[in-house]
């Protein structure tokens, strides 16, 4: 699942194939590399909630809705 809210992406996805219950939620800020948020929880629903708070929180002025698509 990615979440898109420019200038940021959010991906959650599985932590890996080899344990498909743990999920990572990764920020980045497009066309960077850089790794701004990375949180891992054990349910895919917890990791989409922590993209929506920190995408928020990096956007304090609310300027972006998100958009995303699994």
């Avoid at 809210?5 to 344990?19: D, L, M």
């Avoid at 917890?46 to 958009?67: I, N, Q, T, V, Y």
């Amino acid at each position: 699942m990615r979440i898109v809210q420019p200038p940021y992406q959010a991906q959650i996805k599985p932590q890996s194939p080899g344990a498909p219950n743990l999920w990572r939620c990764v920020i980045q800020q497009e066309g960077s590399g850089e790794v701004v948020v990375l949180h891992e929880t054990a349910r895919k629903e917890d990791a989409k909630c922590f993209a929506l708070l920190e995408l928020a929180r990096l956007d304090p002025a609310g300027s972006h809705g998100p958009s995303g698509g699994e």
